[in-house]
């Protein structure tokens, strides 16, 4: 958190039909709902988080991610990096309070990988989910699902790392946290953090700009991976890999795709960062391993199939 | 054990180089080395094995299964079976007490599948690996690997699952836990008991005879199965599949292959049996499923590589 | 399962208020409720278990176990085991089908420790809960609390244990799998096993006869364990001791009361038995390490509070 | 890591016994000893900590800690805090470079609590122990007993807490994440973090200054904990509590001691905070359940025995 980003603050996802979408975001991963506006879009949350809302669901004809967004530590720090986006070259546009119920103003910008990102400061703080302020229980009762705690982080995947890479760190304070690199020495995946986490948001060089590869939750065990697997195989679900492990981050980990066809992932685990530590590197060599530590070997859907 | 069989004895497999099949399931597996013999053969068995040994590794020219054993109750129940196995057309053959090192007289017969069976009354016990007879503590230091702790069941690729059924269940007293029908009532999988499990030993049906599937080892938990997972990476050892769970018994699993080629299964978990408990099926509609719980389908490996 | 002795197949438990008793067993370990009868009876069953009931509650002044069945392989062997138990020295009561609803004719008779046991052949079996019986899914959805899988052993309290173990190994068939032995050679405690599992009945020796201790309910996972221990807190139960693991049978366990006073226990893993296993042996000096494996002294209430 | 301190860099320990020490923090703990000084102090650290070490064994008359030190961003964060601590009123004194090897300058003063604290920006990174820093490996094989990942926090017991509040936030940067009140509206206990985790340190109210209640090391998951608890059984290790959870964090937890009587503990899990949460609140009527979540009532021994 060098600069004032604290973590990812929301995701605002596009899903072909709303009532298949919240079966599957609320039944399935077990998100809560907690609003829904004028324009349609339902607001979810994983129960651990203070904030209000996390994943905004759209309907619209096309699946794939509008926006991610950060929150940042205060107004001021939304102030100083709207000024930090613009010297860096961004165009940044401003959203009006309230635009997202519950949510202050925020800012809008595009990556060079051609993915828009957000920061606010400011979001309605409804506390945890189903537990007391005061003398909190270990966990609420009635959860559904897989129980997800909280959105985690989205794997994109888009063009000119490099240059995404320079705006995340030196403007938003991000760490690079782990890499692939190729054997002319570029990058060809980077996972970047602002926090302890082994990413809060990662690239991967891919010709088409702008898409995403998966959006992921945190679960708290691998016995939750697995009952997580057990759901999806129950609930008729599109698998794609899993329950395995990543070599990258090394956590547990197993992918399906919502009834839209964008990604999910839920994990569990995985490897801690601080600011002084190297980036962990993998080589493009043993990408498979990088990615599915177990198999060894990339499926093809994971270079391809992306919403 | 309505007959006297109580639970699988041992299995002799061939390997085709003894120092890497002793790396295999000796670091790997954690299989304990107990004893060797004359002919070269290596004994081995899991930490918690009250007997003497349970797996005999065989250097051989072409990889497989020698046979598998059963132990009965006592000599009597050792006679009586003897008869009836005549009676029920079997050739049986007598072998020596002390063939197998520790190891009372064997009768040896052939399954109709093709597959060579023996039961013994009687073997050297010499308790369980590395804890003490008496106050016993919970697991012994010094274990390696993935820490298998039994040999549990083999899965055996055959022909004439029927006559085998009646063998297995009339005169040798197991039930038919489990199984898969296809759509003209054929059985086309049965698991079959003499205990608890869900399987001591299963068959599917196979137009060459006398094949081997997977020898499987029992681990404790679902964690294990994942450090098994991991550790087959580390050792770039050949993985099939996992980690997962079954349909069939409900195990959770993971295959891979020993260096010879046989393929070996670690597993945890798995529905328990009982001689009132009508057997369990599933279609073979279903049969993806049946097998690889979370992926819904077979992969050719599962149906085409057996030794 | 040397005589035909199956497996516990019910518990009747007296409880102080049925309302209390059905919010215990059914909310918080998650037990099935499947019948009720004229008496005020009520039936409950783990959703694992094939057999129609389990547990039967009682309405009563003071709280306590009534009886204990185990289920016997036919009709023949209940006849045979009546003979047995009559030549024993046993006095035997016939109880008619029915008065247990879908429960067959019982034979009731005293151990020497005070205890009330009886035999059965046949009972209803609808099957396990919540899943199909073609093609069943790993576990049903819509488990409750702490998703109890089946009612497993008893451990009781009582004077005699000699005469107790010769009636159940002589008779009944049951291994004596585990004990604790004083430095006389006195027998303090024994579990006795008709299965794999390292208990299916147990007794201490206690100068009042027919106490019962608790009755032990199966989990899968020690992160199940762990989930009982939050839930026994979050609905303010009494709770006893753990989440910790035994030295008898290494099963990891947790010990709570219900609203009436009667001591229950939820547990996973545990050493497995076959009828050739010596007895595992913890000695009286070790007594606390044998039952709290982790803080190596009895508590007060272990040994005293008892129904 | 509003300031710039990023973490529990070491902890300093006296111990009456080396040797028994080691023994207890190396084979059992499964700290990986990395250097020794000509004073005779022992280096250690977890396997997953990137430097030199986080642990200081140092042999002497008494047990207790000599100090805990913090790793702060780089030198300009050092010099800066350096100027913030003498404004705040501490007295502040600089230790060379090498005083520990392989650590730069540290800056040390006392907490109004009585505890000595440090701060460095520098020490050599040898990275995680035992796997390759390219395509690293999962975990390393050859840990040994509980396989402690990190030195993770302390918990200390000293006077004054409400300044001891001011020094860590105001001028250090940590949040207050979570806190005891009593009904006064006094705080007894606080839990401070400078990350994610719900404490990098936390201290309770006590009339004795500079107390140590135990330092706390981080493992993966609640089959660990059971893991430890079994090893403190094998190796006759006094034992506090355990395994539990706590509600303060809710981590999943054991306490023990090592042989000089300074109170260890090893746990996985607990809450994530982040510095726009408002702190998690227990009240003091229901402290015990706030320190042991499943027994609802402390011991005396966590509110008596300190070093």
Redesign the interface.
């Known amino acids: 958190?060098?600069k004032g980003v604290?973590?990812p603050g929301h995701i605002q996802l596009r899903v072909l039909d709303m009532a298949k979408a919240l079966e599957h975001y609320v039944e399935l991963l077990g998100l809560i709902e907690v609003d829904r506006d004028e324009r349609g879009r339902v607001y979810l949350k994983g129960w651990?988080e203070?904030d209000k809302f996390s994943v905004v669901l759209r309907e619209a004809d096309e699946a794939g991610m509008d926006f991610m967004a950060f929150?940042v530590?205060d107004e001021a720090t939304l102030g100083r990096l709207t000024e930090e986006l613009v010297a860096f070259g961004c165009m940044v546009e401003s959203i009006p309070a309230g635009e997202l119920k519950g949510c202050g103003r925020r800012i809008r910008f595009s990556a060079p990988t051609g993915h828009r990102f957000e920061l606010f400061a400011e979001k309605e703080?409804t506390g945890k989910w189903g537990i007391a302020?005061?003398?909190?229980?270990?966990?609420p009762?009635g959860l559904k699902g897989m129980r997800a705690t909280r959105f985690d982080h989205a794997l994109l995947y888009g063009d000119n790392l490099p240059d995404t890479l320079r705006l995340f760190t030196e403007v938003l304070g991000f760490d690079l946290a782990e890499q692939v690199v190729d054997p002319h020495g570029n990058r060809v995946a980077q996972f970047l953090t602002c926090?302890?986490?082994a990413h809060d948001v990662a690239f991967i060089q891919h010709g088409e700009p702008g898409k995403l590869h998966h959006a992921s939750f945190f679960l708290?065990?691998?016995?939750d991976v697995?009952r997580a697997?057990?759901l999806?195989?129950?609930t008729n679900t599109s698998?794609d890999i899993?329950?395995?492990?990543h070599?990258l981050t090394?956590g547990?980990t197993?992918y399906f795709f919502d009834p839209s066809g964008n990604r999910n992932e839920v994990f569990c685990?995985g490897?801690?960062h601080?600011?002084?530590?190297?980036p962990?590197?993998?080589?493009a060599a043993?990408l498979g391993?990088?990615i599915f530590?177990?198999?060894?070997e990339l499926n093809e859907r994971f270079l391809t199939v992306l919403t």
């Open positions: 958190m060098k604290m973590r651990t203070v929150k530590l703080q302020e005061i003398n909190p229980e270990a966990w009762r926090s302890m986490k708290e065990t691998w016995d697995l697997a057990d999806i195989s129950m698998i899993g329950p395995t492990r070599g090394h547990k197993i685990g490897d801690y601080y600011p002084d530590h190297p962990v590197t993998w080589t043993e391993k990088a530590y177990h198999d060894r």
